[in-house]
């Protein structure tokens, strides 16, 4: 397509206002985790590195990353299981009512994640007695696994029966078919997908309020409680932009790899 | 060892779908059949008595009629706000850019999707603020004032938060544009506006209604930001959030409502093979 | 085959829900209090606490009652803190607690749900030394049997950014009425408890509505505490229930008028003077609070221990004075750094608590001891509260 200077000239002013509409807010928390003023006023009135040193030290920090971590770490892993599972029985094989389960499969982050949470509250706390550690990896799990399970789809919907009947037709079973073949083409999807879980995973805090039990604090629990505190909003600044840092070249790496096509 | 290929997707599908079922939609159905049920008026625990006066409740006060709208009409503004950001976005990234810096570009929009929603948001808080806030900083040399919080302080911040949901879908969409067609409709002699809206778009429709799953669907359960942002504002997930803990069946009830707009709306665009999108 | 195959599956699906649904815990009917004596098990308990009740230095490194506990007992204590009595009967029943400090209108709809134990109080050696006209209330005692041992008791103040509302308010009216000085900057507690607080208003501006109690409102008046709140809504900036919010709101200039719990105005003045917080003349709603044992707890031994550190004369001077409120220890009064802390609080007197209506749960039998009239229960206070956030 052909397009004239100015239309790509606009094109790319609409970029620079759409990646300034992003970052701006992102600006404004690493600016404030600096901040010296602890109510946000702007401008800023000072710089200091207090809250980075007190961030460092904090021992509540550790522990809310280390749960979200191993929380988000389960409930991947959970997801790339049954979502690949999944997405290879509805892309390749018919069956009687696929159509319906595979918009089952979309209903986990279609419907809006305070009626799964209040749902998986109410059984928890009256099948189970207590919300627990758990609790929260299940309820993760279950959304997780539509993520990975779009991932892979759309990966197996591209790859096609093909390669797998060649395989099989040269004398390969069906398990070597899957690890020399099927599997190296959709791993990349497994990669992004299971990316894409952990973040949302990482990051979830609608459900996990509902799910959590007493005194399993993940990151964002953590973050939701300091939110507010005087003492401690800056420090939660701090943890936000530390996670930016952080979170970036994952994200491009993965971004390489599904990239990867022809 | 031959099995028919039933068995092999019955044996693949099994465990995903066992757990599907019974954990999530097992909830769900334990959750709505609560809505028929009552409520010991005193400690606030469910009785398995049926009644329908939760019902009654919803649909004769005219509050949760407004709520209702109020929220959609949340849900739909930003839903088009996104759409609008998205697409030159989207396009820019797919078929401008060069390939060498399209993962640069993406992993630049996915970033913010790891900032937690929290912090995000009570940035956007704080940027609202009516003396202190950014936004009052910014816009008063032209005599204008932050909005404060409200609907509008909800709007930006849903927006802000879903645009990353938007551009990602659409933007595969456009990738997959075949560059053969765009020349085709070139070589007919159509401008680029004239291809840009009669050959991309209705291509990438499918792709854009998936994007509109997350930003609707997000935006209807949503009570956090509307907290943070909403000063006396209401949503739908408030009024479920409110009432979940003394009144259940109560807020089952309300809960069905955004339900069921979800179910309609998956279901008037399952045609359109956006699912196939996500 | 592919038939009986879903058949078996919806059956599954079925089985599992109605098991789903089915299942609920039973309360714990007539397990007594425990004997004792109070051993020295090790264990863990999670506290649920007003804030401000149950400070581990998080707030302020040298503001900490938990951690001396900890080490003294060997008991690991998680405190996790609500901001309205809705959250936290909530999270009782949510399961995983093991203690709470109840106001009256948490207390007994606790007690009654089967979500606490009575308590033993000869295993609380410092019971004795609690006020007098704090023990045995309707509100801890139910049948003869104790549930807890009061912590303190205070009013939920009228607060107001020095300087932003003139002259310095010393009646509701500021809140109420349309022409506010301080329209649009106006808070309000966003529990349908709150409805009492406009009760409390139309006792002094209606009183030809003949309420006595602002929980005991029949229809009439709870018609008119409705419409009382109606007219204040366009005042408002936004409802508060979370106070560190609150703090980071009137700090920003966003609220300058409304209820409040002297804690916030403390913190809001830590550094410099920033907010006043009164009782205004018409009196005010108020809490008395006590902390409880769940019925299912594990570690029943450190409850116990916490439930007598709490109301130690030293560790309840401390809780009083950072929060702001009367204590409930007559000792701690001698205790507490600021001499005339006792004084400030009216913790000794009776006068002053005449106008304050301390929280309880509002039921169908007026709590006045009118028999003439139902009265409405909070489950229909719930109800119109949430429609009247709604409108």
Same mark, same amino acid.
């Given at each position: 397509?052909?397009?004239?200077?100015?239309?790509?000239?606009?094109?790319?002013?609409?970029?620079?206002?759409?990646?300034?509409?992003?970052?701006?807010?992102?600006?404004?928390?690493? @600016?404030?985790?600096?901040?010296?003023?602890?109510?946000?006023?702007?401008?800023?009135?000072?710089?200091?590195?207090?809250?980075?040193?007190?961030?460092?030290?904090?021992?509540?920090?550790?522990?809310?990353?280390?749960?979200?971590?191993?929380?988000?770490?389960? &409930?991947?892993?959970?997801?790339?299981?049954?979502?690949?599972?999944?997405?290879?029985? @509805?892309?390749?094989?018919?069956?009687?009512?696929?159509?319906?389960?595979?918009?089952?499969?979309?209903?986990?982050?279609?419907?809006?994640?305070?009626?799964?949470?209040?749902?998986?509250?109410?059984?928890?706390?009256?099948?189970?007695?207590?919300?627990?550690?758990?609790?929260?990896?299940?309820?993760?799990?279950?959304?997780?696994?539509?993520?990975?399970?779009?991932?892979?789809?759309?990966?197996?919907?591209?790859?096609?029966?093909?390669?797998?009947?060649?395989?099989?037709?040269?004398?390969?079973?069906?398990?070597?078919?899957?690890?020399?073949?099927?599997?190296?083409? @959709?791993?990349?999807?497994?990669?992004?997908?299971?990316?894409?879980?952990?973040?949302?995973?990482?990051?979830?805090?609608?459900?996990?309020?509902?799910?959590?039990?007493?005194?399993?604090?993940?990151?964002?629990?953590?973050?939701?409680?300091?939110?507010?505190?005087?003492?401690?909003?800056?420090?939660?600044?701090?943890?936000?932009?530390?996670?930016?840092?952080?979170?970036?070249?994952?994200?491009?790496?993965?971004?390489?790899?599904?990239?990867?096509?022809? | 060892?031959?099995?028919?290929?039933?068995?092999?997707?019955?044996?693949?599908?099994?465990?995903?779908?066992?757990?599907?079922?019974?954990?999530?939609?097992?909830?769900?159905?334990?959750?709505?059949?609560?809505?028929?049920?009552?409520?010991?008026? !005193?400690?606030?625990?469910?009785?398995?008595?049926?009644?329908?006066?939760?019902?009654?409740?919803?649909?004769?006060?005219?509050?949760?009629?407004?709520?209702?709208?109020?929220?959609?009409?949340?849900?739909?503004?930003?839903?088009?706000?996104?759409?609008?950001?998205?697409?030159?976005?989207? !396009?820019?990234?797919?078929?401008?850019?060069?390939?060498?810096?399209?993962?640069?570009?993406?992993?630049?929009?996915?970033?913010?999707?790891?900032?937690?929603?929290?912090?995000?948001?009570?940035?956007?808080?704080? +940027?609202?603020?009516?003396?202190?806030?950014?936004?009052?900083?910014?816009?008063?040399?032209?005599?204008?004032?932050?909005?404060?919080?409200?609907?509008?302080?909800?709007?930006?911040?849903?927006?802000?938060?879903?645009?990353?949901?938007?551009?990602?879908?659409?933007?595969?969409?456009?990738?997959?544009?075949?560059?053969?067609?765009?020349?085709?409709? &070139?070589?007919?002699?159509?401008?680029?506006?004239?291809?840009?809206?009669?050959?991309?778009?209705?291509?990438?429709?499918?792709?854009?209604?998936?994007?509109?799953?997350?930003?609707?669907?997000?935006?209807?359960?949503?009570?956090?930001?509307?907290?943070?942002?909403?000063?006396?504002?209401? +949503?739908?997930?408030?009024?479920?959030?409110?009432?979940?803990?003394?009144?259940?069946? !109560?807020?089952?009830?309300?809960?069905?409502?955004?339900? @069921?707009? +979800?179910?309609?709306?998956?279901?008037?665009?399952?045609?359109?093979?956006?699912?196939?999108?996500? | 085959?592919?038939?009986?195959?879903?058949?078996?599956?919806?059956?599954?699906?079925?089985?599992?829900?109605?098991?789903?649904?089915?299942?609920?815990?039973?309360?714990?009917?007539?397990?007594?209090?425990?004997?004792?004596?109070?051993?020295?098990?090790?264990?863990?308990? $999670?506290?649920?606490?007003?804030?401000?009740?149950?400070?581990?230095?998080?707030?302020?490194?040298?503001?900490?009652?938990?951690?001396?506990?900890?080490?003294?007992?060997?008991?690991?204590?998680?405190?996790?803190?609500?901001?309205?009595?809705?959250?936290?009967?909530?999270?009782?029943?949510?399961?995983?607690?093991?203690?709470?400090?109840?106001?009256?209108?948490?207390?007994?709809?606790?007690?009654?749900?089967?979500?606490?134990?009575?308590?033993?109080?000869?295993?609380?050696?410092?019971?004795?030394?609690?006020?007098?006209?704090?023990?045995?209330?309707?509100?801890?005692?139910?049948?003869?049997?104790?549930?807890?041992?009061?912590?303190?008791?205070?009013?939920?103040?009228?607060?107001?950014?020095?300087?932003?509302?003139?002259?310095?308010?010393?009646?509701?009216?500021?809140?109420?009425?349309? $022409?506010?000085?301080?329209?649009?900057?106006?808070?309000?507690?966003?529990?349908?408890?709150?409805?009492?607080?406009?009760?409390?208003?139309?006792?002094?501006?209606?009183?030809?509505?003949?309420?006595?109690?602002?929980?005991?409102?029949?229809?009439?008046?709870?018609?008119?505490? +409705?419409?009382?709140?109606?007219?204040?809504?366009?005042?408002?900036?936004?409802?508060? &229930?979370?106070?560190?919010?609150?703090?980071?709101?009137?700090?920003?200039?966003?609220?300058?008028?409304?209820?409040?719990?002297?804690?916030?105005?403390?913190?809001?003045?830590?550094?410099?003077?920033?907010?006043?917080?009164?009782?205004?003349?018409?009196?005010?709603?108020?809490?008395?609070?006590?902390?409880?044992?769940?019925?299912?707890?594990?570690?029943?031994?450190?409850?116990?221990?916490?439930?007598?550190?709490?109301?130690?004369?030293?560790?309840?001077?401390?809780?009083?004075?950072?929060?702001?409120?009367?204590?409930?220890?007559?000792?701690?009064?001698?205790?507490?750094?600021?001499?005339?802390?006792?004084?400030?609080?009216?913790?000794?007197?009776?006068?002053?608590?005449?106008?304050?209506?301390?929280?309880?749960?509002?039921?169908?039998?007026?709590?006045?001891?009118?028999?003439?009239?139902?009265?409405?229960?909070?489950?229909?206070?719930?109800?119109?509260?949430?429609?009247?956030?709604?409108?």
């Amino acid at each position: 397509m052909k397009l004239s200077r100015a239309a790509k000239r606009t094109l790319l002013a609409i970029m620079a206002i759409g990646f300034t509409f992003i970052y701006l807010p992102l600006l404004l928390v690493v @600016i404030n985790s600096f901040n010296t003023n602890k109510s946000f006023a702007w401008p800023p009135t000072g710089f200091t590195t207090e809250w980075w040193s007190k961030a460092a030290v904090n021992e509540g920090i550790r522990d809310a990353v280390m749960r979200s971590v191993i929380t988000a770490l389960i &409930a991947t892993t959970i997801a790339l299981i049954l979502g690949s599972l999944a997405a290879a029985a @509805i892309t390749r094989y018919d069956f009687f009512g696929r159509d319906t389960v595979s918009l089952l499969f979309v209903l986990p982050i279609a419907l809006p994640g305070i009626v799964t949470g209040i749902a998986l509250n109410n059984v928890f706390t009256n099948f189970f007695g207590k919300l627990t550690f758990f609790t929260i990896v299940i309820g993760h799990a279950t959304f997780c696994i539509v993520v990975v399970f779009n991932n892979v789809a759309a990966r197996y919907r591209r790859l096609g029966m093909n390669l797998q009947e060649a395989s099989m037709d040269l004398g390969a079973n069906r398990f070597t078919t899957f690890r020399l073949v099927t599997f190296p083409l @959709i791993r990349n999807a497994l990669v992004a997908g299971g990316l894409l879980a952990f973040g949302l995973s990482f990051d979830e805090i609608i459900v996990t309020t509902f799910t959590a039990g007493a005194g399993q604090t993940t990151l964002p629990i953590w973050i939701f409680q300091n939110l507010f505190r005087p003492n401690q909003a800056p420090i939660v600044n701090v943890v936000a932009a530390a996670l930016i840092l952080v979170s970036i070249l994952p994200i491009y790496f993965s971004q390489r790899l599904t990239a990867d096509k022809e | 060892m031959q099995r028919s290929p039933k068995a092999r997707a019955a044996s693949l599908i099994s465990l995903p779908l066992a757990w599907l079922l019974i954990i999530y939609i097992g909830s769900l159905f334990a959750l709505f059949i609560t809505s028929i049920w009552k409520i010991d008026t !005193f400690t606030s625990k469910v009785i398995r008595e049926f009644t329908l006066q939760n019902f009654i409740d919803v649909f004769s006060d005219r509050a949760y009629f407004n709520v209702t709208i109020r929220t959609l009409v949340v849900a739909i503004s930003v839903t088009l706000i996104c759409v609008l950001i998205a697409i030159p976005m989207a !396009f820019f990234m797919a078929r401008i850019a060069k390939p060498k810096s399209r993962p640069v570009l993406i992993a630049l929009v996915l970033t913010p999707l790891w900032a937690s929603y929290l912090v995000k948001i009570y940035a956007w808080r704080t +940027m609202f603020y009516p003396e202190t806030g950014f936004l009052n900083w910014l816009i008063s040399p032209l005599g204008g004032s932050s909005p404060g919080f409200g609907m509008i302080a909800v709007i930006i911040g849903l927006s802000y938060l879903w645009l990353p949901y938007m551009v990602l879908p659409i933007y595969a969409g456009m990738e997959k544009l075949p560059n053969s067609v765009l020349d085709a409709s &070139a070589d007919l002699g159509a401008k680029p506006g004239r291809t840009f809206f009669g050959v991309v778009l209705p291509i990438t429709w499918p792709a854009i209604i998936a994007g509109s799953i997350f930003t609707f669907s997000l935006s209807m359960g949503d009570y956090i930001t509307v907290q943070i942002l909403g000063g006396t504002f209401q +949503m739908l997930g408030n009024v479920v959030y409110q009432n979940f803990s003394l009144n259940l069946p !109560f807020a089952a009830a309300v809960a069905l409502i955004p339900v @069921i707009i +979800m179910i309609i709306y998956l279901g008037s665009v399952r045609k359109t093979g956006a699912l196939d999108n996500l | 085959m592919r038939v009986g195959k879903h058949r078996k599956l919806a059956a599954l699906i079925a089985a599992g829900t109605l098991l789903l649904a089915g299942c609920s815990s039973s309360s714990d009917e007539g397990s007594g209090a425990y004997a004792g004596p109070v051993k020295d098990t090790p264990g863990t308990i $999670n506290v649920l606490a007003w804030p401000g009740y149950a400070e581990d230095g998080s707030t302020d490194p040298n503001v900490d009652w938990v951690t001396p506990f900890e080490e003294a007992t060997g008991c690991t204590v998680n405190v996790k803190t609500y901001g309205t009595s809705d959250e936290a009967v909530q999270l009782m029943q949510g399961g995983g607690y093991d203690v709470i400090s109840a106001s009256g209108d948490a207390s007994l709809r606790l007690i009654y749900g089967g979500d606490l134990q009575p308590v033993n109080l000869d295993l609380i050696p410092n019971y004795v030394d609690i006020f007098d006209n704090l023990k045995d209330r309707p509100w801890n005692t139910v049948d003869g049997e104790n549930y807890g041992v009061p912590h303190g008791r205070g009013a939920n103040v009228l607060q107001y950014t020095i300087g932003k509302v003139n002259p310095a308010p010393t009646s509701w009216s500021v809140v109420w009425e349309p $022409n506010s000085p301080a329209k649009g900057k106006v808070t309000a507690y966003d529990s349908a408890i709150y409805i009492a607080d406009a009760a409390v208003y139309l006792m002094a501006t209606k009183p030809e509505l003949g309420i006595t109690d602002p929980y005991a409102l029949d229809q009439t008046q709870f018609d008119a505490a +409705m419409a009382l709140l109606a007219q204040q809504k366009p005042l408002i900036a936004e409802y508060w &229930a979370d106070y560190t919010k609150y703090i980071g709101a009137v700090q920003s200039g966003s609220i300058t008028v409304g209820t409040s719990w002297q804690v916030i105005a403390n913190v809001l003045n830590g550094e410099k003077a920033t907010v006043g917080a009164v009782k205004p003349v018409e009196g005010a709603t108020g809490w008395s609070d006590t902390w409880m044992i769940s019925s299912k707890t594990e570690a029943i031994d450190c409850a116990y221990k916490w439930l007598n550190h709490i109301i130690t004369p030293d560790v309840n001077a401390q809780a009083a004075e950072w929060f702001g409120e009367a204590p409930a220890n007559s000792k701690a009064c001698a205790l507490t750094a600021n001499k005339d802390h006792c004084k400030l609080y009216h913790a000794e007197e009776t006068d002053y608590w005449s106008n304050v209506y301390y929280w309880k749960t509002p039921t169908e039998e007026c709590l006045d001891g009118r028999t003439d009239v139902m009265c409405v229960p909070y489950a229909e206070w719930v109800k119109a509260w949430s429609s009247f956030r709604n409108q």
